[in-house]
């Protein structure tokens, strides 16, 4: 048995319901400035309707990456490879309480995280939905094992960065739109969250 097969012995499942098409999501306009709210379904219909957003990227302390595999439900990239967590603020919630709620609903972790970056970006699927988002980009490191919420996650991996980048560049189809351009900035402008054995 290889390291990455006992880590997953390890492992807990959940099949709480965490995500639902009629939760409010936050409308925001190019300076990320709120400007209304709809709900999830509407928000990724078309060419989608621009909603504020947020990217987690988990590392261990060996300064490997948590991937999720997006559960084959999902409406947007099911089976797609991505960073270890995605999610919206909802209506009248902070986005330090919506971060650490949510990973905790995916994956029953809980540790600190940093502002990064926040970016624009638009990625249609099919001709019936698409993402628009302003997302906010934050790091963190935390060796607990994670819980898998199988509704919203169908796979789970460690990777080491160098081979998370000779993985994108052989099979870039395989992982999500929003998670290939966070990572090549987040290689270009955020060394640290490599380097350093704890992020601040």
Request: hydrophobic share 35%; proline share 5%.
């Amino acid at each position: 048995m290889d390291n990455q097969e006992r880590e997953r012995q390890e492992w807990r499942d959940s099949n709480e319901i965490v995500s639902f098409d009629d939760e409010p999501l936050v409308l925001v306009d190019h300076e990320d400035r709120e400007v209304g709210f709809l709900d999830k379904a509407s928000a990724h219909e078309g060419k989608g309707t621009l909603h504020r957003a947020f990217s987690l990227f988990v590392f261990n302390a060996k300064g490997e990456l948590l991937l999720q595999q997006r559960a084959p439900g999902k409406r947007l990239w099911p089976g797609y490879w991505s960073n270890t967590c995605c999610s919206h603020p909802r209506r009248g919630e902070t986005l330090d309480n919506a971060i650490h709620r949510r990973l905790k609903e995916e994956l029953g972790l809980a540790c600190p995280l940093e502002y990064l970056f926040k970016f624009e970006y638009q990625a249609q699927f099919d001709a019936g939905g698409a993402e628009h988002e302003l997302c906010w980009v934050y790091a963190g490191r935390s060796d607990d094992a994670p819980t898998v919420n199988v509704n919203e996650i169908s796979g789970l991996r460690y990777i080491a960065p160098d081979a998370l980048d000779a993985e994108m560049a052989a099979s870039p189809e395989a992982f999500t739109p929003w998670f290939k351009i966070e990572w090549e900035r987040i290689r270009r402008e955020h060394a640290h969250v490599f380097a350093s054995p704890r992020l601040a």
